[in-house]
Every structure is written in C-alpha cells, then in structure tokens.
C-alpha cells in the first residue's frame, strides 16, 4: 500500500507537469520580486545626516547636571580579574590555558591599536596568544591557509580575523568563504553563519555571542538600566555590531533576549532623528563621527556609543584622537546616562572576547 503523504505528492507532481505542458513560457507566471542579492546595498552615510539641529535641544529632567558616564573600563577589569582567576585554576588542575589567535592583514592604524590592546589583555589573564601578520598584498587563500594551521593547533581555542581588512581588499575577499574555513568551535568573534543563525532563531543559542553586542547588553545590565519593554534604536545594521545588538534586545525565547522593542536606523532611513527620539535606550554604531546630535535624543534616554573614529590631532601623541558617532558634548546634557569614547563600549569588546575564548578552552578541554 502507498501512503497517504506519498500519493499526494505523486498526484501533485502530475499536474504541475501538465499544467507546465499546457502553458507556454510566456504564459508561465514567474516571481516579481528581485534578487535579494540586488538590494544588498552598501550603508554609506551620506553628509545630510549630520546637518544641524532641526529642534531645539531639550535638557533631560532625569539628572541635574549631566548624564551618569557609564565606565566601561571599570566593568571590564572586573571581568578580565574573574577570568584571571579561572585561567589559574585552570593552569594548576589541567596544565594548559586557553589560546587566542589574530590574523592581522596589512597595517591599519586603528587594527594596530585594537590588537595591542588585545594583546595586552591575554597578557593580564594568562592566555596564550598567537598572531598571523599578512602583507596588505596578500591573498585570500593566504588568509584561509592561516586560518586553516590555526584550526588545527589544539593550543589554539579561540581564531579571528583583525577587522576592518584595508579597504583595498575589502571588496575582493569574500567573506562567507573566509568564515567558513574558520572553525565554528573556534569562532570567538561570533561571525560564523551558524552563530548567527543560532541567534536570530527563537530557542536556539549560539556557541558564541560577537563581543561587541554582547558587551553592549552587559554594559546595561550592570549599570542597571532596565531593558524590558522599552524601546531600542540601534543605528547602524553591520553584521558585526548593529545585526547581532538588534536581536540580542529584541523579544525571543533565548535567555539572551531581553525583550525590547526595537527599530534599526541606516543610511537609507528617512528622517532618523525622529525614530532615535522615541529610543529609551539608543545604540550609535554607524562609524561616523558626531553623526548623532543632542537633538537626536529623548530626555532620560540611556546611549552607548559603539563608534570608534580616528580624527586628526596634531596635540595628540599619536597626531590623532578618538570620537564616538554621538556628540558626547551634547549627549551629557540630554541622556541619563552615556559611555564615553574611549573607554564605553572598546574595553567591553575585549572583555568579551576574552570570556568567548575561556569558554572555548573549557569546551574543547572538558574543564567545569
């Protein structure tokens, strides 16, 4: 006997084929819709953004002053001094410690900085740190070989690619290639598709959260700013910090979520000054500087500044200083509270990422 299921697909498959027989091509109703490949656009944020103020700003009533300074420094040592304690307990009952490792193509002044800072913070815990240095010239299959060796050295447990890559390699690399050579148990940063996944599906959870995003949540949690049922504006949509901040806020079944309401502003929103005004809680990570004036603010709100933008300084020791995407200088005067550029949401990218790796040693090494 057939089954039922069986049968109904048979009888299905029959008379699609004679209805494709009947008809003639052009008669054969196809999609309207585009590839989405076509509107994958590119977020450029174009001058008009950052024009002058279109209302009046509006002193908060929530503080007197200023806004309360949320001291991601602060949070992260506390952080980095309970994962120290892990690594030791690790190092005298097991012999071994976990291991970052970093593939840094070409010589970006900020990419430099980021992985000294990187560098410094395996030092502080105890990790292993390795890193893979390639010319900007190299090739993408330079990139994966690097990443490959790493894959296989045991003594490695956590593996990321230093980014942003140098603009003149950017559009030549694929990136989905590049990420799925990289080992999933390995993928500290979170970028691998299947984390990802994990995470934009309800009940699923992810070997690895992307440190920025996560960072951001921990910020809030311990500063004790309250996150269900407000509405979230996160301003920007990267895969590397606006996506993954998005669904960490937004309503779900995973013990991440944190079941905000939450709107995305990019480059192709219109009038976003007015959805950033409704934000109790607003996440600026479009990488421009100052793009987000006191205007942009609803009295009260809670903002964490994601951007990290080197402007020219001759006064400064290195001839440049860092600015976030909010004008800090008007943020104080609207927001109840604000992390600043540097030393917000950058030392807590770094925390994480060292959290991700320790838990990648303690899977891979069977340690509780």
Same mark, same amino acid.
């Given at each position: 006997?057939?089954?039922?299921?069986?049968?109904?697909?048979?009888?299905?498959?029959?008379?699609?084929?004679?209805?494709?027989?009947?008809?003639?091509?052009?008669?054969?109703?196809?999609?309207?819709?585009?590839?989405?490949?076509?509107?994958?656009?590119?977020?450029?944020?174009?001058?008009?953004?950052?024009?002058?103020?279109?209302?009046?700003?509006?002193?908060? *009533?929530?503080?007197?002053? *200023?806004?309360?300074?949320?001291?991601?420094?602060?949070?992260?040592?506390?952080?980095?001094?309970?994962?120290?304690?892990?690594?030791?307990?690790?190092?005298?009952?097991?012999?071994?410690?976990?291991?970052?490792?970093?593939?840094?193509?070409?010589?970006?002044?900020?990419?430099?900085?980021?992985?000294?800072?990187?560098?410094?913070?395996?030092?502080?815990?105890?990790?292993?740190?390795?890193?893979?240095?390639?010319?900007?010239?190299?090739?993408?299959?330079?990139?994966?070989?690097?990443?490959?060796?790493?894959?296989?050295?045991?003594?490695?447990?956590?593996?990321?690619?230093?980014?942003?890559?140098?603009?003149?390699?950017?559009?030549?690399?694929?990136?989905?290639?590049?990420?799925?050579?990289?080992?999933?148990?390995?993928?500290?940063?979170?970028?691998?598709?299947?984390?990802?996944?994990?995470?934009?599906?309800?009940?699923?959870?992810?070997?690895?959260?992307?440190?920025?995003?996560?960072?951001?949540?921990?910020?809030?949690?311990?500063?004790?700013?309250?996150?269900?049922?407000?509405?979230?504006?996160?301003?920007?949509?990267?895969?590397?910090?606006?996506?993954?901040?998005?669904?960490?806020?937004?309503?779900?079944?995973?013990?991440?979520?944190?079941?905000?309401?939450?709107?995305?502003?990019?480059?192709?929103?219109?009038?976003?000054?007015?959805?950033?005004?409704?934000?109790?809680?607003?996440?600026?990570?479009?990488?421009?500087?100052?793009?987000?004036?006191?205007?942009?603010?609803?009295?009260?709100?809670?903002?964490?500044?994601?951007?990290?933008?080197?402007?020219?300084?001759?006064?400064?020791?290195?001839?440049?200083?860092?600015?976030?995407?909010?004008?800090?200088?008007?943020?104080?005067?609207?927001?109840?509270?604000?992390?600043?550029?540097?030393?917000?949401?950058?030392?807590?990218?770094?925390?994480?990422?060292?959290?991700?790796?320790?838990?990648?040693?303690?899977?891979?090494?069977?340690? *509780?």
């Amino acid at each position: 006997m057939i089954p039922v299921r069986m049968m109904r697909k048979m009888v299905w498959e029959r008379s699609m084929n004679k209805l494709s027989r009947g008809l003639s091509s052009s008669q054969i109703r196809k999609p309207r819709s585009p590839s989405l490949v076509s509107l994958d656009l590119i977020d450029e944020w174009s001058s008009t953004f950052t024009r002058s103020h279109s209302h009046p700003i509006q002193k908060s *009533t929530a503080n007197n002053d *200023t806004a309360r300074i949320i001291d991601g420094r602060s949070a992260a040592e506390e952080i980095k001094s309970s994962i120290a304690i892990e690594v030791s307990r690790m190092k005298e009952s097991i012999g071994k410690v976990p291991g970052l490792a970093v593939i840094l193509v070409g010589q970006r002044r900020d990419s430099l900085a980021y992985v000294r800072n990187k560098i410094m913070a395996c030092h502080e815990v105890g990790f292993r740190f390795s890193i893979a240095e390639l010319p900007e010239s190299c090739t993408e299959d330079a990139v994966c070989d690097a990443l490959s060796n790493y894959n296989k050295d045991a003594s490695i447990h956590g593996i990321l690619v230093q980014l942003p890559l140098p603009q003149s390699l950017e559009q030549h690399f694929d990136e989905g290639k590049i990420l799925n050579v990289l080992s999933l148990e390995k993928d500290v940063d979170g970028f691998h598709p299947l984390n990802i996944g994990n995470l934009a599906i309800q009940g699923r959870e992810p070997l690895f959260i992307p440190c920025t995003a996560k960072g951001c949540i921990e910020l809030l949690l311990s500063s004790d700013v309250e996150i269900v049922g407000k509405r979230a504006v996160v301003i920007g949509r990267s895969n590397i910090v606006g996506l993954p901040t998005f669904l960490l806020l937004q309503c779900g079944q995973c013990l991440q979520r944190h079941h905000a309401t939450v709107s995305i502003v990019h480059a192709y929103s219109e009038n976003p000054e007015i959805i950033t005004r409704e934000a109790d809680i607003l996440v600026a990570a479009a990488g421009v500087p100052n793009l987000v004036r006191g205007s942009w603010l609803k009295p009260g709100a809670v903002v964490l500044d994601v951007g990290i933008n080197p402007i020219e300084d001759p006064e400064s020791e290195h001839g440049y200083r860092l600015i976030g995407d909010v004008c800090f200088e008007e943020a104080v005067r609207i927001a109840s509270a604000v992390t600043p550029v540097p030393g917000g949401v950058g030392p807590m990218t770094v925390a994480m990422l060292l959290l991700n790796t320790l838990e990648a040693a303690k899977r891979a090494l069977c340690f *509780t």
